[in-house]
């Protein structure tokens, strides 16, 4: 800082550049030549360029931590009460086509109590677009998502964020081997059982997402269901990942009754 | 910088504080729509899923 001051410095005044250098700004301030007003104004504009810094490092926290949850759940609702639409609206008209095969407006939501308190709607896709409006998306890449609906062995793999933008799995660390995960479609409750939980484990490990997770104990084909977010909590180093399995399927009655999990 | 600003600020110093304010809003307007969503995704905070590219 004060080396680029003196610089310029050194460039405008005629005698002793070489002496001016060495000499702190502090020092030579009493002496008022022509160059020092030069000096403190870059020292000025220097410091204030980085209190700006710091101010805009301050705003990108409050936007990461605040605004992206605000502008999310704002999607989120509103995505979420579409689907709950259609789903009452085909319940009124019967228009034949099942809604857990609309893949383009969520498949349906999940509620894991011990999380969080809301239903989060499960879109199609892990893409930053998709999960940026505050819901879940089940896998299509790299290893597709067996859906519940399709009735098929298989695991349900699901990502959604641990911070920002809904933080839809912020509380992951929360869920504990035995507690229950529903998913919601429109005419059924898939109760699984969570009976898996790893705390860390690398970005790259594809594993987790596999028809049989080996790693959470499975040898077996079954129906599966994997959480995965970022660890440890504010930034993305590792993958928290979390298993159940179908424990049974409720049919929703006409007045949505609650699976006695949710109750 | 900002004193250069404040003096090139036309009207009294309510004037020029309304102004300023407004700046303020503004610029903090572009870094919410246009900028930290350019920059959120070259930071590594937010990867959910695994083998993310």
């Not at chain 1, 310029?8 to 009493?30: F, I, L, N, Q």
């Not at chain 1, 699901?158 to 912020?170: I, K, L």
């Not at chain 1, 509380?171 to 479609?185: L, M, S, Y």
């Not at chain 2, 900028?35 to 590594?44: G, I, K, R, S, Y």
């Amino acid at each position: 800082m004060k080396k680029v001051a003196a610089t310029t410095d050194g460039t405008d005044t005629s005698d002793g550049t070489a002496e001016d250098t060495a000499a702190p700004a502090s020092r030579r301030r009493p002496a008022r030549r022509r160059g020092t007003g030069r000096i403190a104004m870059a020292v000025s504009v220097f410091g204030e360029l980085l209190i700006t810094a710091g101010l805009v490092l301050g705003l990108f926290v409050v936007y990461s931590l605040w605004w992206t949850n605000v502008v999310a759940d704002r999607a989120a609702a509103k995505q979420a009460d579409k689907v709950r639409d259609i789903w009452a609206h085909e319940d009124d008209g019967g228009s034949g086509r099942p809604a857990e095969f609309d893949s383009k407006n969520g498949i349906g939501f999940l509620h894991v109590p011990t999380m969080s308190g809301d239903d989060i709607l499960v879109e199609k896709g892990t893409s930053t677009k998709i999960l940026n409006d505050g819901v879940a998306g089940y896998y299509t890449d790299p290893v597709k998502a067996t859906l519940p609906t399709s009735g098929k062995k298989g695991n349900f793999s699901v990502a959604a964020h641990r911070d920002g933008h809904g933080a839809e799995f912020h509380n992951i660390h929360k869920i504990e081997k035995g507690d229950p995960i529903v998913f919601e479609t429109k005419d059924k409750w898939y109760v699984y059982k969570v009976y898996g939980i790893l705390p860390e484990t690398s970005k790259y490990n594809v594993k987790v997402l596999s028809a049989i997770p080996k790693e959470s104990g499975r040898t077996k084909a079954g129906h599966y269901i994997t959480l995965t977010t970022c660890t440890p909590v504010y930034t993305s180093r590792y993958r928290y990942i979390v298993w159940g399995e179908l424990e049974r399927v409720e049919k929703v009655d006409a007045q949505r009754t609650l699976p006695e999990e949710l109750r | 910088m900002y004193g250069w600003i404040w003096r090139h600020l036309p009207g009294n110093a309510w004037v020029r504080a309304l102004i300023s304010l407004a700046l303020v809003v503004a610029v903090v307007y572009v870094l919410f729509n246009y900028v930290f969503p350019w920059a959120e995704p070259l930071l590594p905070f937010n990867d959910v899923t695994v083998d993310n590219q």
